[in-house]
């Protein structure tokens, strides 16, 4: 139920929602890829061990492969048809003459993120690093590249001081069991064979992996991951994975739970504070995952719209780049990184290492997040009058501003706190207020302990 009050100045109507109230009202656009996976409670990290994450908010995903030298996604070979051997001939030209991990962590690094996650082999089967297991020696270390990508960017991540992420699709294109499973036992079951070496060789081999981030779980490419987990036996999978890196955050997608949720695509967030942790992934350039010739960018205020209504709903955000055969991230892509950077270095104190609330979100008009005493109002929309309104807060404001240094108006009442921003008209990239309370905030009922 919605409480319009009158704004006594203006004679407006502003909506002032609070609580279980606006929830109620909220549809989450949230779409979990894990929700019906196998629960075992035994092998989630603690709270506490996700905290280095939850605090990150924002990482880069990374999907090279093969596939950027054809350049129209990484399902090419699939969508393509083009036969594994015909495929396979790919692998003669991948030198990648231009990879440079550290150059990728730099990226990254401007950019505001925290992690990354890096493709360590997708659908095709080609594994970016040297796979003893790998079917058939289908790796850049025993093709022409010669190199062990992996064993590049982990190290690269870690002196710049990011997460180490990797991601594994367990499937693989090249084996007709893949699609057969039940006729063509014996193929899927070297499929399998193939996928539990090499997560082996990947959380044994390379130190300390930060996340494992699964896809590509289901059978035939139908049902979900939970669908085919009689086969694919993610339990045991998973119990190999935490005895070799106990600490690793892993996401939903081998078919168990993991730690964290998955949305992913590039959908409005819309909806109420989300209690467990979660991840939206999407693509920065909406025509693929992998590099494609064509190139249709987000614009900038929808990034930043992405990462306020995500982070407001307790979320981080892992945005994706495809670098090119050469292993060069695409100037545009790095360019309009920047820009989100600029952005996080005046306004990320409202971001990083913060938790949702005291407020539930307002689809399209704000959220909130806090730390300490300390609220952070991010305003997508000011609306024609210049003004939001939000619940009240039993705290006292002692002293407000937006974080980009331009003016705020602010007025606490007994059950309203009122906000305008006299420069507000045209304003497209969200802003950040900050309120400074008189003591610390209490999250609303049922979301995450803040730090
Ligand atoms: C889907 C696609 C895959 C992509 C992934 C990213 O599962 O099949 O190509 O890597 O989404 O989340």
């Known amino acids: ?42 092998l989630k990290l603690e709270d506490a061990d996700m905290e ?24 090419v ?41 890096l493709t360590a082999r997708h659908h095709d089967g080609f594994a970016l690093w040297n796979s003893p297991s790998s079917y058939s020696g289908f790796c850049s270390y025993q093709k022409a590249a010669k190199r062990d990508f992996v064993a590049e960017y982990t190290a690269a991540c870690r002196e710049a ?24 036992a014996e193929n899927a079951a070297l499929m399998k064979k193939q996928g539990y070496g090499q997560i082996e060789e990947l959380m044994r081999n390379y130190g300390k992996i930060d996340i494992l981030w699964y896809d590509g779980g289901w059978l035939a490419h139908k049902g979900t991951d939970a669908d085919s987990a009689w086969f694919w036996d993610p339990v045991r999978l998973n119990t190999l994975v935490r005895k070799l890196q106990p600490k690793v955050v892993i996401n939903p997608r ?9 949305d992913e695509g590039g959908h409005e ?26 190139q249709n960018l987000m614009p900038l205020e929808e990034i930043i719209r992405t990462l306020v209504n995500v982070v407001g709903r307790g979320g981080n955000v892992l945005l994706n780049v495809g670098p090119d055969p050469d292993g060069v991230i695409p100037e545009t892509h790095v360019e309009r990184l920047r820009e989100v950077g600029n952005w996080l270095r005046i306004n990320g104190q409202g971001i990083y290492g913060t938790r949702p609330g005291p407020f539930q ?46 003016a705020l108006l602010c007025v606490q009442g007994n059950d309203r706190i009122d906000l305008s921003m006299p420069q507000a008209a045209g304003q497209q990239v969200p802003v950040v207020a900050e309120l400074v309370l008189d003591a610390d905030v209490s999250p609303p009922p049922g979301t995450p302990e803040q730090k």
């Open 77 to 117: 070979m699939h969508n393509d048809k083009i036969p594994a051997d015909e495929y396979a001939r790919l692998a003669d030209q991948f030198v990648a003459k231009d990879f440079d991990a550290g150059k990728w962590a730099r990226i990254a690094r401007d950019a505001g993120m925290g992690y990354m996650v």
């Open 361 to 406: 979100p307002i689809d399209h008009v704000c959220c909130t997040t806090f730390k300490g005493n300390k609220v952070y109002v991010h305003v997508l929309d000011w609306g024609p009058s210049g003004k939001i309104a939000l619940p009240g807060l039993r705290q006292k404001i002692v002293s407000y501003s937006l974080l980009s240094g331009e």
């Open 269 to 294: 967030i819309t909806g109420a504070i989300i209690d467990q942790p979660w991840e939206k992934c999407l693509n920065l350039n909406r025509a693929s995952w992998g590099y494609n010739t064509r």
């Open 161 to 184: 001081g990011l997460g180490v992420g990797i991601y594994y699709s367990p499937m693989d294109w090249r084996f007709p069991g893949y699609f057969q499973p039940m006729e063509l």
């Open 52 to 75: 280095w994450w939850r605090d990150a908010k924002f990482g880069m995903f990374l999907h090279w492969g093969l596939y950027a030298i054809p350049a129209r996604g990484e399902w």
């Open 1 to 42: 139920m919605a409480d319009n009050q009158t704004d006594n100045v203006t004679g407006v109507k502003d909506e002032v929602l609070a609580g279980a109230e606006l929830a109620s009202m909220q549809k989450s656009s949230v779409v979990f890829k894990g929700e019906h996976s196998i629960r075992d409670a035994s």
């Open 254 to 262: 081998s078919g168990w739970e993991g730690d964290f949720q998955c």
